[in-house]
């Protein structure tokens, strides 16, 4: 069954992703998308596209949709964040438009579609996305385990604030699970048999209980900045390259 592989961070081996993607396509992205991530914040470098990219063919797989659509997606759906992550999602869509190269696989109603479907990813914008791309993107954009919501929280702090003192990372950190995870939180799940829902819940179940919570941070925390806090910082990259 889908949901017994999905969600597993390494559900898509290379091999298959070969199979189902046309081979002209792949080599594209590879050579010239997905090497931008490496410029990115830790919660944003290639292990997160990856991620995404496996995630996201899984589910295109389990419900028929066209995998090099599905590819493409998940390809760009962060790569905005070469303009910063306040509108990235925006970025990222029209990055892809302007994609020229893309018209040698996608149509143009492909091409508006995809875009709209990075431009819908991002959990925060509170609105349904436009197509079942989007929210397979969506879906397959959160990885909602409590150690990886947590490490990547912190991640996020380290390379954007560097100035925060530890204390302030935690309340940032704190504050960021609540306003995301929360009981009351923005975040919301496309796909009622996702296991994401089981996974929320007991992340729900952390944040409720401040002193674990503490516990959990702390312990990431010190992994993550012990020897390696410049490891962090966001790396510069030459948008006139691109």
């Known amino acids: 069954m889908f949901w017994q592989g999905y969600l597993s961070k390494a559900s898509t081996p290379a091999a298959k992703i070969e199979k189902m993607v ?3 396509l792949r080599n594209y992205i590879e050579d010239s998308i997905l090497p931008l991530y490496d410029g990115f914040d830790a919660a944003h470098r290639r292990d997160h ?4 990219i496996e995630q996201s063919l899984e589910m295109a797989a389990e419900y028929g949709l066209d995998e090099d659509m599905a ?12 303009y910063g992550r306040e509108l990235h999602h925006l970025h990222s ?20 579609i995809a875009a709209q479907a ?20 969506a879906e397959a954009d959160r990885f909602i385990d409590a150690d990886t919501v947590v490490t990547r929280t912190i991640q996020f702090g380290l390379a954007n604030y560097p100035e925060l003192s530890h204390e302030e990372h935690w309340q940032r950190a704190c504050a960021h699970l609540v306003e995301k995870y929360g009981d ?16 929320l819940e007991e992340l729900r179940c952390l944040i409720r209980n401040k002193p674990l919570l503490k516990a959990k941070f702390e312990a990431k925390y010190r992994e993550l900045v012990s020897g390696n806090a410049s490891k962090y910082k966001l790396s510069a990259v030459n948008l006139w390259k691109i």
Do not use: C
């Not at 596209?49 to 995404?52: A, C, K, W, Y």
């Not at 869509?93 to 508006?112: I, S």
């Not at 009351?184 to 996974?199: E, I, Q, T």
């Open 49 to 52: 596209v990856d991620m995404v």
């Open 22 to 24: 046309t081979e002209s």
């Open 71 to 82: 590819y493409v997606v998940a390809s760009y759906h962060d790569v905005g964040m070469l």
């Open 118 to 137: 990075v431009e819908d990813h991002r959990a925060s914008s509170g609105a349904e996305p436009r197509s079942i791309y989007g929210k397979v993107v």
């Open 184 to 199: 009351s939180g923005y975040l919301r799940l496309w796909f009622a048999d996702s296991p994401n829902a089981k996974r």
């Open 93 to 112: 869509g029209k990055f892809l438009r302007e994609d020229l190269w893309l018209k040698d696989w996608l149509d143009p109603e492909q091409v508006e």
